[in-house]
């Protein structure tokens, strides 16, 4: 097994426009976890799939921010309108059932809105 | 409200000595469970342990070691013998039933930095 892989690892955008990312879980695992990282922070939750159903939003996540898991695979995450505060490592972790198992971290991505 | 406090910021050690890191937990959740996980310099978050709330056994993996008391809501951890390899970002995190589906909630983190 690979492990969780995500793309693009660094990503420059200029304020206003929109990035996407993917994220490709250990190809096992049904839930899927979208954090964001601050420097000097824990990462934070953004939002959670099992399967191809995001069963939960945190309220980090704005309605600038969209999230799909399409098929119950890989997923991806939008930032529409991007803004500095934006700017930020943004991790994917996958896991198995049942609850409170842990999760594997993929490498991240970095972006940067200038 | 659930809670990590990790309330070590830094530190610094030379090599050899022993370093415990502390971590306290708040949840009202009789479920739950704790984990550490080590970012080093590349940045990928490694997962070390996970424990849950009914099992307050000790664990001991080579050079690590995890405490677990609920008396005091505390999951401490310690790396005995340090290396230079251990200079990372450590973080301790919860999972409680009552939270979210799973979510990690994480402390600030503990950096690490081990000396020659």
């Known amino acids: 097994d690979t492990g969780v892989s995500q793309d693009p690892r660094h990503k420059i955008t200029k304020r206003g426009q929109n990035v996407t990312f993917r994220c490709d879980p250990i190809s096992e695992h049904n839930r899927l976890y979208w954090y964001r990282q601050t420097l000097g922070q824990g990462p934070e939750f953004l939002t959670y799939?099992?399967?191809?159903?995001?069963?939960?939003k945190s309220r980090l996540l704005s309605d600038r921010f969209s999230a799909e898991r399409p098929k119950g695979s890989f997923s991806t995450l939008e930032i529409q309108r991007t803004e500095q505060g934006d700017s930020a490592m943004y991790l994917c972790a996958s896991s198995s059932s049942p609850l409170g198992y842990e999760q594997y971290f993929g490498p991240g991505t970095r972006l940067t809105v200038t | 409200a659930q809670k990590v406090t990790q309330a070590q910021t830094e530190i610094s050690v030379v090599e050899k000595e022993d370093v415990t890191l502390d971590c306290v937990y708040e949840?009202?959740?009789?479920?739950?469970?704790l984990f550490w996980y080590k970012q080093p310099p590349s940045g990928e978050l490694v997962f070390l342990i996970r424990r849950n709330s009914f099992d307050e056994q000790n664990e001991i993996s080579g050079r690590y070691s995890w405490n677990f008391q609920k008396s005091t809501s505390s999951f401490n951890f310690t790396i005995t013998a340090s290396q230079v390899v251990d200079s990372a970002v450590y973080f301790c995190a919860l999972s409680a039933k009552g939270g979210s589906q799973g979510n990690l909630i994480f402390g600030k983190g503990t950096k690490l930095s081990v000396k020659p």
């Open positions: 949840t009202r959740d009789t479920t739950y469970y």
């Open positions: 799939f099992q399967n191809e159903a995001q069963l939960e």
